[in-house]
């Protein structure tokens, strides 16, 4: 049974960096794209940043283009994202995804049958 698993959260001074890390554990997900999400205290989830299979291609929400960076290693089954000068209103749930996407990089969470249980980051002011 594949699963994804989070690790790289915790509490973050404002304008500090965290490194999310998602691993695929339990079997391989090849040509899946691989998504972040984050879900704040009484909100929706919401789209992060998505990467191809290769990782040659990516998306970002606009909020957070040029201060976050998603990539992917496959010989490790790993996704990260780079998060810097983090803010207090990205204080969130952070969650990883995997979906098969057929030449597009979906913002949508709908689209992504594999979840991971997501790691806490907490920025503070």
């Known amino acids: 049974q594949v699963q994804l698993i989070e690790s790289g959260g915790g509490l973050v001074q404002a304008g500090g960096s965290l490194r999310l890390s998602c691993a695929v554990s339990?079997?391989?997900?090849?040509?899946?794209?691989m998504g972040w999400f984050r879900q704040a205290l009484g909100e929706e989830c919401k789209f992060v940043a998505v990467v191809n299979w290769i990782g040659d291609r990516t998306d970002y929400v606009d909020s957070v283009k040029g201060q976050f960076t998603i990539s992917r290693d496959n010989a490790t089954n790993t996704a990260y994202l780079q998060m810097n000068n983090l803010k207090p209103e990205e204080t969130a749930a952070y969650y990883c995804a995997a979906g098969m996407a057929y030449g597009t990089l979906p913002q949508t969470p709908g689209v992504y049958p594999y979840w991971g249980q997501g790691t806490q980051v907490t920025v503070s002011s």
């Open positions: 339990g079997g391989t997900l090849d040509y899946h794209v």
